[in-house]
């Protein structure tokens, strides 16, 4: 099946490239988001892939550093990362690769090399750099699973290849097989958030293979250096092994990597599956073109080459994670630590979702763009509950974690059921998600390692989550309103799938739940208040104070976290004007922070105020100043991709406010032409003359010929094909899109 999608998306690669100086995948930067807040990588290999190879400038594996930082001066090697991109979490299962001449030196800092970004070329399918210590020039492809790379030297010298597992001390090992010509490993992966620092179950496994014969070897633990030792285990540091050999001048020698979750005996079947050759060119060549067939399913026309590489770079960031986590033959270490290994039959296994912040944005994208890869996620976490016995919250390192708050699988799962994706167990996905709203688990124990919502009974006794529980086992403690809010809403995605399964007693008890939101607003202010378990407030208070029970944000920016009830929340807190008002007053307070996602929907909300016109104004002045062509090019984490999947959305002029309704609300297009290509859709333009040169405000629409006036559009008329056109201005238009009937449909129906 994915064989016709891709040979469709390969045509429209051709015909995008007709029009444009680069196809899609040359229009990438992966430097932008490298430094400031970004946290992203310049990774080389394909989509989703399993292991994503990097250079190295920051060695191990430490809690919130990326394996690479635009400012930093000097390479330590080229890892294998499973860094989840733009976040503030720990690499883990990684291999780093480095070439040298002269001493052999072992550790990252002694080993490492300068080199210049003038020197450097930095592809999504291929990377090279001038190591300038060593004169040698360094390149990396690779595929979902595998890489190659070439190392030409200068001159004769006395040569070295090092292979370092990223292992914790006392932990991993490495050896040498001279019949094979490989250095294979392993590198345990450790919890993070719930169960901290325990073992996951797994390990990162990675067999490299030479094009030569390995005859002076030798490895090192920490300090200790051992010549012509065979194997090493991380006695006193992270585990390496080298080969030595004498270079001709503009010799190169090629070294090829397979990786695995579940064995060494799988990455070597991985490596020879994936790279079966000894072409560099070939594997970047294959790569380029996964790139161009996810990045071509939206054909950007525009004159700036650095608005279409902002944008590329940005599809690219939304394309790293999840991260397919099963073998070319489908094993897998089991989920949670089961200790077992097992297969993904007619699916790709995919972990490491960053759900608070993916399915605002880059669930959605993938829906239109890509749903085949989106029924295997889906399937991939009903395979997380089955194994585990619970619906993860946020599934990474194949573990639960209990990072972040709400119970977002639940939305992303009711998204694409919605949104008609088919082919994953929807009964069982159902089952396990109306568990994680009704149950706790028995196991006080189980609850601590992560399984359940958080505050669930609280939740269920009081209809909100009472200041006087402080949600002890979660990472995040406290936060009850933001809590609440969270789940009043995954309540109502909830009773929508339910709804669309038959189950009309189970709709009605989470439609009611979906309105518990109601319960944290206070009426007296207008605002998401701290609320004892006695009915009264929290005191002192103030909307634009920081507050325990808030998360990452403030009472003003969560306040409007309500996406399936816009409508009952601009009644209960005054009306339009008042809703407008308040609006108004969380963006003149600079109170919006792009930087993190709860404010992410915020300026779409105009729409549901009959003020569209102030939605565009303000989606504008973020796509403006949030997002730049530089290595500081992204305004906070990237997040998983989230903070680029919002730039995409928006730029082709929508949004999704509220996951789980099949539409979109429209903002403003910020180019003159776009085309989206969904798999098993037709063609979609999106026309907006004069968006490009800075005319923000919409005068008119047509949909297919037709006038509209709604500021939405639905998920199937996109993947119906045809033709949406703005007639755009550079002075607003405060009649179109005005009428309360024009707004996009919330839970409670519009004041007539």
Known sequence: MRLGILAGMVLAAGAWAAGQSATPADAVNPLIGTAGDGQTLPAAGVPFGMTQWTPQTRDGEAKCIAPYYEKDTRIQGFRGSHFLSGSCTQDYGSVTVMPTTGPLKVSPTERASAFQHSRETARPYRYDVTLEDYGIRASVA????????????PAAANAWILVQSNSRPGEGEIRIDADRHEIS?????????????????????FVVRFDRPLRKTGVWSG?????????????NGAPGAYIGFPTASGEVVRVKVGTSFTSIEEARRNLDSEVPGWNLDEVAQRSRASWDDELSRIEVRDPSESRRRTFYTAMYHAMQVPRAFSDVRGTYPGFAGSGRTETAHGFTYYCDFSLWDTFRSEHPLLLILDPERSRDMMQSLVAKGEQGGWLPVFPAWNSYTQEMIGDHAVAMIADAYMKGIRGFDAA????????NAMETPKSHE????????????????????????PVREAFHQR????????????????????????????????????LNYRNVIDPSTGFARGRHAGGTWDSPFDPGGKYGYITEGLPFQYTFFVPHDIEGLIGLTGGRAAFIEKLDTLFARNYYDHGNEPS???AYLYDYADAPWKTQQRVRQVMEEQYRDSAAGIAGNDDGGQMSAWYVMSALGFYSVCPGQPLYQIGTPLFDEVVIHAPGGKPFAIRARGASAGRTYIQSATLNGKSISRTWISHAEILAGGELVFVMGSQPNQAWGSNPA???????PPAR
Request: net charge neutral.
């Open 185 to 205: 490993g392993y590198n345990p992966v450790h919890r993070l958030y719930a169960g901290a620092g325990k073992p996951a179950g797994f390990s990162g496994y």
């Open 428 to 435: 069982e996905a159902y089952r396990l998600m109306r568990q």
């Open 142 to 153: 690779a595929t979902s699973r595998g890489a190659i790379l070439e190392f030409r030297y």
């Open 479 to 514: 936060e009850q309103v933001s809590r609440t809010l969270e789940y009043a809403y995954d309540d109502w995605a909830l009773s929508r799938m339910a709804a669309a399964l038959g189950k009309s007693e189970d709709e009605k008890i989470f439609l009611a739940r979906a």
């Open 446 to 469: 189980a609850y601590v390692d992560g399984r359940g919502r958080r505050a669930l009974e609280s939740y269920l006794k009081y209809g909100y989550i009472p200041l006087e529980d």
């Open 742 to 748: 024009d707004a996009p449909p919330s839970m409670t």
């Open 223 to 235: 300090a200790q250096v051992e010549d012509g030792k065979l194997v090493q285990a991380g006695t």
């Open 600 to 602: 992410h929907h915020l």
